[in-house]
């Protein structure tokens, strides 16, 4: 059996009793370290160029962030090549530092500072993998001789630095593969690391803790954080990182749940891009704090730009779904969640300080996202949306009753066509279905003249060939339903009826809508005209003519 679960084996919870992460609120943003420039283009199909890489590094800057990690230089020329482009063009703004990776190797080390000389300050970020399953079957090494190899790492960091004593220096250790390390043995390696390099006398150290792979729930991940935390020497003087990769697809969870349980920085990527299934999504995390009232201290108002730059510099195109920037995260199709957005949006006011509208976390303009895509019609949706889309684009209201009725219409269209059913589309089915005037039934003049008895209408409808009409009753409609009935032999009931005048931007200044029952059928029209009498009389006529036609239609069916 190739689908067999029993071979996997359940993460062993963390025994603990003093349990605080849990009461805990993200009130202030963290520290962020973008990591795209090398984890993330680590783990692209084509790495990007150095255009690409200048590209995304520039747009980081914007975003505004403060620490990037610019590559692997000692590992891959070109990460090397573009430090010392970043250095020697002097690219690098005087508030970000940049940050370079390498492993706890002299060599690599010697390199890594080579790579970085002449800059202002840096962070060089050492790492060795921790984790039994590395220790026991890649390295073939017992705990003793891991941490070994991480007290050189930080001892040879700590050496190079100080030949190049101009530049400020931040050191980072990852005990890589943390997820996977017993935590005792972590804060072992992690202390003997400090003891080397001594944060508390003055050298700035970052730890930065990895899921390198995401191997349980992202509460459990919290513990692992706060035990850390409770136990490590000389944590008043450390950055705690956390750098989440999303095997199981809770990495952004599993750094928040981590910031509640005490660490004061997080790497991840624009966008998620990295390793497998990807590292924390940076912009997730980040709206997730802005959405909650909380400054992110990012600028992602220009979501567009963003997404068209990862995606061009990693190749990589955004699922449409992705949390705040995919195409379709602020759309509804679904009949309650536009009904429910539509009544949001009409009773919010422009002084309304706080966003609190049904179905939309945040306001999508925040993100340069434009009101008109939040509602989408399809199969799926009903009155609310199609009467939104009218009213959004063709200044065109809907009785309920209407709404109702036409939704219907387009539902229709949708199952036919099976896809989505655009705003003109909408329109032009309307515009079908109602307000055209069936050839000959054009209302040509009027007359209304009103006595004690009542009111008389004199109606010429047709242009060629003109019909004249007459007749009484208690309102214009009455009046004129009275002398169509005369006309053609039929007894109309007026089901309903609503006139609306149009705001600006309308040829027309008002809109009739009407239904009537001749023989237990319905019928309905609508009429746009220059004033509501007129739009009146139009839908009535537009309406008997529907019945009449449809009448004679079935005629000839008889004979
Ligand atoms: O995922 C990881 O553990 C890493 C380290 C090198 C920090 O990318
Ligand atoms: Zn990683």
Redesign the pocket.
């Known amino acids: 059996m190739a689908f067999e679960h029993r071979k996997y084996r359940p993460f062993t919870p963390i025994r603990k009793t003093d349990r605080r992460w849990p009461d805990q609120v993200i009130e202030k943003a963290p520290q962020y370290c973008a ?1 795209d420039l ?2 993330g283009n ?1 783990a692209l199909v084509k790495p990007m160029n150095i255009a690409q890489k200048q590209r995304l590094f520039d747009l980081l800057v914007k975003l505004g962030f403060k620490q990037i990690e610019i590559g692997f230089p000692a590992a891959s020329q070109p990460d090397f090549d573009f430090c010392r482009k970043l250095i020697e063009e002097d690219r690098i703004p005087e508030d970000v530092t940049i940050q370079v ?1 390498t492993q706890a190797r002299p060599e690599l080390i010697a390199r890594s500072y080579e790579a970085l000389k002449g800059v202002r300050q840096a962070i060089v ?1 050492v ?1 060795n993998s921790t984790s039994t399953v590395q220790r026991d079957q890649v390295f073939n090494m017992d705990r003793e001789g891991v941490k070994a190899i991480a007290v050189e790492g930080a001892r040879e960091v700590k050496r190079v630095a100080e030949s190049y004593p101009d530049t400020r220096w931040t050191f980072q250790y ?1 005990p ?3 997820t996977g390390t017993e935590l005792d043995y972590a804060v072992d390696v992690v202390d003997a690391v400090t003891e080397v390099w001594r944060p508390d006398q003055g050298q700035p150290v970052i730890i ?1 803790l ?4 995401e191997m349980a729930t992202p509460n459990v991940f919290a513990d692992q954080i706060e035990w850390f935390c409770d136990r490590v020497a000389r944590r008043e003087h450390l950055i705690i990182s956390l ?1 989440t ?1 999303d095997d199981r697809g809770c990495a952004v969870a599993a750094a928040e749940l981590g910031l509640m349980a005490g660490a004061d920085r997080v ?1 991840g990527t624009l966008l998620g891009n ?2 497998r299934t990807g ?1 924390m999504d940076l912009i997730t995390m980040a709206m997730n704090l802005y959405s909650q009232g909380v400054d992110p201290l990012l600028d992602l108002s220009g979501m567009a730009e963003i997404v068209d730059v990862v995606e061009a510099c990693t190749e990589i195109s955004t699922h449409p779904r992705h949390p705040y920037a995919g195409e379709l995260v602020f759309t509804a199709f679904s009949g309650s969640h536009q009904d429910a957005i539509r009544k949001c949006m009409s009773k919010r006011k422009a002084t309304d300080e706080v966003w609190n509208v049904a179905y939309l976390p945040i306001d999508p303009k925040d993100l340069g996202r434009r009101y008109e895509e939040v509602v989408r019609i399809n199969s799926q949706s009903g009155k609310g949306g199609v009467a939104l889309v009218l009213e959004r684009d063709y200044n065109i209201s809907l009785p309920r009753w209407l709404q109702i009725e036409f939704a219907r219409v387009v539902q229709k269209e949708a199952e036919i066509t099976g896809g989505e059913i655009d705003s003109h589309t909408i329109h032009s089915l309307f515009e079908r279905d109602y307000l055209q005037v069936p050839k000959g039934w054009r209302l040509n003049t009027y007359d209304l003249h009103r006595t004690d008895e009542g009111v008389t209408a004199r109606v010429s409808v047709g242009n060629g060939q003109r019909t004249e009409l007459e007749g009484q009753g208690h309102g214009a409609v009455e009046a004129l339903a009275a002398a169509l009935e005369a006309q053609y032999g039929i007894r109309v009931a007026v089901e309903a009826y609503d006139e609306f005048a149009l705001g600006e931007g309308t040829s027309a200044n008002a809109l009739a809508c009407i239904r009537i029952q001749v023989d237990g059928k319905v019928y309905s029209a609508a009429a746009l005209a220059e004033d509501t009498t007129s739009s009146t009389l139009q839908a009535l006529l537009s309406a008997v003519a529907r019945c009449v036609e449809a009448q004679a239609v079935s005629q000839k069916a008889v004979v």
């Open positions: 990591v090398r984890d680590q990776l970020h790492y990852s890589e593969s943390f930065n990895p899921a390198t792979v750098h990769h790497e990295g390793e590292n």
